[in-house]
């Protein structure tokens, strides 16, 4: 896997146009409230370009219900 693309195949610059979309914008207030340690991790792994590390830090984030909706509609 390219390390710049998420392990869906959705690469950074696809994630990034996301986040300034609604559902993007309304995922990253949801992490927020979350107030997880394991979002710092992810961010900064993702900064790094390393998505498997990411997502493997927001794990426990990704049950929640709301947090699937939104991603369902980024393609993951």
């Known amino acids: 896997m390219d390390q710049k693309n998420f392990p869906n195949g959705i690469s950074m610059e696809q994630a990034m146009a996301f986040a300034s979309t609604p559902a993007g914008q309304q995922l990253i207030r949801l992490l927020q ?44």
């Open 33 to 76: 409230q979350k107030n997880n340690p394991d979002i710092s991790k992810a961010a900064q792994a993702a900064a790094s370009g390393n998505a498997a590390q990411a997502k493997d830090a927001l794990s426990s984030l990704l049950s929640d219900p709301q947090i699937q909706q939104l991603l369902k509609q980024f393609g993951g």
